[in-house]
Protein backbone atom coordinates (compact mmCIF):
# COMPACT_ATOMS: atom_id res chain seq x y z
CA UNK A 1 0.00 0.00 0.00
CA UNK A 2 1.87 3.11 -1.04
CA UNK A 3 1.71 6.13 1.55
CA UNK A 4 0.14 9.40 1.63
CA UNK A 5 2.12 12.11 0.59
CA UNK A 6 4.88 13.14 3.30
CA UNK A 7 3.52 10.32 5.56
CA UNK A 8 6.98 8.80 5.64
CA UNK A 9 8.45 7.92 9.11
CA UNK A 10 11.11 10.36 10.18
CA UNK A 11 14.72 9.49 11.55
CA UNK A 12 18.03 12.05 12.24
CA UNK A 13 20.61 10.82 14.00
CA UNK A 14 22.40 13.68 15.98
CA UNK A 15 24.08 13.88 19.29
CA UNK A 16 23.14 12.67 22.69
CA UNK A 17 19.89 14.05 23.20
CA UNK A 18 17.30 12.18 21.65
CA UNK A 19 13.67 13.23 21.19
CA UNK A 20 10.34 11.11 19.77
CA UNK A 21 7.88 12.41 18.04
CA UNK A 22 4.28 11.02 18.04
CA UNK A 23 1.80 12.04 15.35
CA UNK A 24 -2.39 12.09 16.25
CA UNK A 25 -4.59 9.45 15.49
CA UNK A 26 -5.80 9.19 11.85
CA UNK A 27 -2.73 11.48 10.98
CA UNK A 28 0.73 10.83 9.68
CA UNK A 29 4.21 12.28 10.53
CA UNK A 30 3.37 15.23 7.76
CA UNK A 31 2.06 16.82 10.93
CA UNK A 32 5.09 16.72 12.88
CA UNK A 33 7.56 16.98 10.05
CA UNK A 34 8.40 20.60 10.44
CA UNK A 35 8.40 20.19 14.24
CA UNK A 36 11.06 17.39 13.57
CA UNK A 37 12.89 19.13 10.93
CA UNK A 38 13.56 22.10 13.53
CA UNK A 39 14.99 19.74 17.07
CA UNK A 40 17.34 17.90 13.98
CA UNK A 41 19.07 20.71 12.85
CA UNK A 42 19.57 21.83 16.05
CA UNK A 43 21.53 18.86 17.16
CA UNK A 44 19.10 16.84 18.38
CA UNK A 45 18.40 12.74 17.57
CA UNK A 46 15.22 12.46 16.64
CA UNK A 47 12.66 10.23 15.70
CA UNK A 48 9.88 10.50 14.20
CA UNK A 49 7.43 7.10 13.76
CA UNK A 50 4.63 6.31 11.56
CA UNK A 51 2.11 4.41 13.51
CA UNK A 52 0.44 1.06 12.06
CA UNK A 53 -2.55 1.96 10.17
CA UNK A 54 -1.68 5.62 9.78
CA UNK A 55 -0.59 7.30 6.08
CA UNK A 56 -2.28 5.25 3.65
CA UNK A 57 -6.09 4.34 4.10
CA UNK A 58 -8.83 4.26 7.08
CA UNK A 59 -9.30 0.51 6.19
CA UNK A 60 -5.71 -0.38 6.93
CA UNK A 61 -5.99 1.70 10.13
CA UNK A 62 -9.27 -0.08 11.21
CA UNK A 63 -7.61 -3.41 11.38
CA UNK A 64 -5.06 -1.40 14.28
CA UNK A 65 -5.66 -0.69 18.05
CA UNK A 66 -4.22 1.68 20.41
CA UNK A 67 -2.14 -0.77 22.03
CA UNK A 68 -0.14 -1.09 18.89
CA UNK A 69 0.27 2.50 18.40
CA UNK A 70 1.61 2.73 21.63
CA UNK A 71 4.19 -0.18 20.90
CA UNK A 72 5.49 1.88 17.84
CA UNK A 73 5.91 4.99 19.90
CA UNK A 74 7.99 2.46 22.55
CA UNK A 75 10.17 0.80 19.62
CA UNK A 76 11.42 4.31 18.99
CA UNK A 77 12.11 5.37 22.76
CA UNK A 78 13.76 1.99 23.03
CA UNK A 79 16.15 2.98 20.01
CA UNK A 80 16.79 6.31 21.55
CA UNK A 81 18.05 5.11 24.76
CA UNK A 82 20.15 2.75 23.28
CA UNK A 83 21.83 5.83 21.90
CA UNK A 84 21.54 8.82 23.70
CA UNK A 85 22.43 10.35 27.38
CA UNK A 86 18.75 11.35 27.62
CA UNK A 87 15.31 11.53 26.08
CA UNK A 88 12.84 13.54 25.37
CA UNK A 89 9.15 12.81 24.09
CA UNK A 90 6.38 15.03 21.99
CA UNK A 91 3.09 14.85 20.94
CA UNK A 92 -0.02 16.25 19.17
CA UNK A 93 -3.10 15.06 19.94
CA UNK A 94 -3.09 11.30 20.38
CA UNK A 95 0.26 11.62 20.23
CA UNK A 96 0.36 13.39 23.17
CA UNK A 97 -1.25 10.88 24.73
CA UNK A 98 1.25 8.61 23.93
CA UNK A 99 4.07 11.00 25.01
CA UNK A 100 2.66 11.30 28.53
CA UNK A 101 2.26 7.34 28.38
CA UNK A 102 5.71 6.73 27.66
CA UNK A 103 7.23 8.77 30.17
CA UNK A 104 4.05 6.83 32.59
CA UNK A 105 5.91 3.15 31.23
CA UNK A 106 9.54 4.43 31.49
CA UNK A 107 9.85 6.93 34.32
CA UNK A 108 13.76 6.79 34.03
CA UNK A 109 13.92 7.06 30.21
CA UNK A 110 11.64 10.28 29.99
CA UNK A 111 13.54 13.44 30.53
CA UNK A 112 11.22 15.82 29.67
CA UNK A 113 7.58 16.02 28.05
CA UNK A 114 5.72 18.17 25.39
CA UNK A 115 2.45 17.91 23.68
CA UNK A 116 0.50 20.06 21.62
CA UNK A 117 -3.33 19.80 21.79
CA UNK A 118 -2.86 16.74 24.00
CA UNK A 119 -6.21 14.08 23.61
CA UNK A 120 -6.89 11.96 27.10
CA UNK A 121 -10.40 12.45 27.59
CA UNK A 122 -13.01 11.50 24.72
CA UNK A 123 -14.04 14.74 23.95
CA UNK A 124 -15.91 14.37 20.51
CA UNK A 125 -19.37 12.76 20.22
CA UNK A 126 -18.51 10.49 17.02
CA UNK A 127 -15.45 9.01 19.41
CA UNK A 128 -17.65 8.19 22.78
CA UNK A 129 -19.89 6.14 20.62
CA UNK A 130 -17.31 4.29 18.42
CA UNK A 131 -16.88 0.88 20.74
CA UNK A 132 -21.02 0.83 19.92
CA UNK A 133 -21.19 2.56 15.93
CA UNK A 134 -18.11 0.23 15.38
CA UNK A 135 -21.00 -3.05 15.35
CA UNK A 136 -22.95 -1.33 12.31
CA UNK A 137 -20.43 1.09 10.71
CA UNK A 138 -17.23 1.34 9.31
CA UNK A 139 -16.37 4.86 9.28
CA UNK A 140 -17.63 7.86 10.35
CA UNK A 141 -16.65 11.71 9.45
CA UNK A 142 -12.85 12.88 9.33
CA UNK A 143 -11.38 15.19 12.22
CA UNK A 144 -8.14 15.69 10.07
CA UNK A 145 -6.96 19.60 8.79
CA UNK A 146 -8.40 21.92 11.78
CA UNK A 147 -5.93 24.37 10.23
CA UNK A 148 -6.06 28.57 10.55
CA UNK A 149 -3.53 28.64 8.16
CA UNK A 150 -4.64 29.07 4.30
CA UNK A 151 -3.86 26.59 2.67
CA UNK A 152 -2.18 24.01 4.31
CA UNK A 153 -3.38 20.11 4.09
CA UNK A 154 -1.95 17.61 6.77
CA UNK A 155 -3.05 14.52 4.55
CA UNK A 156 -4.99 12.66 7.42
CA UNK A 157 -7.89 10.44 6.78
CA UNK A 158 -11.35 11.67 5.77
CA UNK A 159 -12.99 9.40 7.54
CA UNK A 160 -12.62 7.90 11.21
CA UNK A 161 -12.11 4.54 11.03
CA UNK A 162 -13.94 3.01 14.00
CA UNK A 163 -12.64 -0.05 14.96
CA UNK A 164 -9.38 1.76 16.15
CA UNK A 165 -11.20 4.37 17.34
CA UNK A 166 -12.78 2.06 19.83
CA UNK A 167 -9.54 1.19 20.98
CA UNK A 168 -8.55 4.79 22.48
CA UNK A 169 -10.48 4.78 25.48
CA UNK A 170 -8.51 1.63 26.94
CA UNK A 171 -5.26 4.63 25.93
CA UNK A 172 -6.85 7.61 27.21
CA UNK A 173 -7.97 5.89 30.76
CA UNK A 174 -4.80 4.58 31.46
CA UNK A 175 -3.19 7.46 30.69
CA UNK A 176 -5.55 9.83 32.91
CA UNK A 177 -4.52 7.05 35.89
CA UNK A 178 -1.08 7.33 35.61
CA UNK A 179 -1.11 10.92 35.07
CA UNK A 180 0.16 11.42 39.17
CA UNK A 181 3.64 8.89 38.41
CA UNK A 182 4.85 11.51 36.19
CA UNK A 183 8.32 13.69 37.48
CA UNK A 184 9.25 14.18 34.62
CA UNK A 185 8.48 18.16 33.90
CA UNK A 186 5.77 18.78 31.24
CA UNK A 187 5.44 21.95 28.19
CA UNK A 188 1.99 21.86 27.30
CA UNK A 189 0.62 23.87 24.03
CA UNK A 190 -3.06 24.38 23.81
CA UNK A 191 -4.71 26.75 20.99
CA UNK A 192 -7.20 28.88 22.09
CA UNK A 193 -10.01 27.42 19.31
CA UNK A 194 -9.55 24.07 18.69
CA UNK A 195 -12.40 22.61 16.79
CA UNK A 196 -10.85 18.43 17.88
CA UNK A 197 -10.23 18.26 21.48
CA UNK A 198 -11.76 20.53 24.06
CA UNK A 199 -10.70 22.00 27.20
CA UNK A 200 -11.28 18.57 29.49
CA UNK A 201 -7.95 16.86 28.37
CA UNK A 202 -5.73 20.04 29.40
CA UNK A 203 -7.73 20.27 32.75
CA UNK A 204 -7.37 16.98 33.34
CA UNK A 205 -3.46 16.53 32.58
CA UNK A 206 -3.07 20.01 34.71
CA UNK A 207 -5.29 18.49 37.69
CA UNK A 208 -3.68 15.15 37.62
CA UNK A 209 -0.04 15.50 37.20
CA UNK A 210 0.63 16.67 40.26
CA UNK A 211 4.29 15.64 40.91
CA UNK A 212 5.87 17.64 38.29
CA UNK A 213 5.60 20.87 36.66
CA UNK A 214 3.21 21.59 33.93
CA UNK A 215 3.66 25.16 31.96
CA UNK A 216 0.34 25.46 29.51
CA UNK A 217 1.41 27.60 26.42
CA UNK A 218 -1.58 29.10 25.05
CA UNK A 219 -1.72 29.56 21.32
CA UNK A 220 -3.61 32.21 20.36
CA UNK A 221 -3.44 32.10 16.14
CA UNK A 222 -3.79 28.73 15.48
CA UNK A 223 -6.48 25.62 15.48
CA UNK A 224 -6.03 21.94 16.40
CA UNK A 225 -2.78 20.93 14.43
CA UNK A 226 -0.90 23.84 15.85
CA UNK A 227 2.35 22.05 14.30
CA UNK A 228 1.49 23.23 11.41
CA UNK A 229 -0.55 26.47 11.86
CA UNK A 230 0.09 30.31 12.20
CA UNK A 231 1.89 29.52 15.69
CA UNK A 232 3.81 26.11 14.76
CA UNK A 233 7.22 28.43 15.22
CA UNK A 234 6.24 28.72 18.75
CA UNK A 235 6.59 25.20 19.34
CA UNK A 236 9.42 24.63 17.83
CA UNK A 237 11.55 27.05 19.39
CA UNK A 238 9.86 26.70 22.61
CA UNK A 239 10.17 22.66 22.45
CA UNK A 240 14.19 23.64 21.55
CA UNK A 241 14.38 25.55 24.62
CA UNK A 242 12.36 23.00 27.04
CA UNK A 243 14.86 20.63 25.79
CA UNK A 244 18.07 22.86 26.70
CA UNK A 245 16.56 23.91 29.73
CA UNK A 246 16.36 20.49 31.09
CA UNK A 247 19.27 18.73 29.26
CA UNK A 248 21.98 17.15 31.62
CA UNK A 249 24.45 17.14 28.49
CA UNK A 250 26.13 20.18 27.39
CA UNK A 251 24.58 19.60 24.14
CA UNK A 252 21.29 20.18 25.59
CA UNK A 253 22.51 23.97 27.13
CA UNK A 254 23.88 24.61 24.44
CA UNK A 255 22.74 27.80 22.03
Known sequence: MSLLPGAGAFRHDGGSVGVVLCHGFTGSPRSMRPWADHL???????????LPGHGTTWQDMNLTTSDQWLATAEEALQDLRGRCDEVFVMGLSMGGCLAL???QLHPGAVSGIVVVNPSIAVENRGLHVAPLLKHVLRSTRGLTNDIKRPGVDEHGYDRVPLAAAATLPRLWRATRRGLASITAPILAYRSSEDHVIGPASMRILTEGAVNTTVTVVT???SYHVATLDHDAQTVFEGSLAFVRGHSRSGEGTAA
Open 40 to 50: AAAGMTVRLPL
Open 219 to 221: LEN
Open 101 to 103: RLA
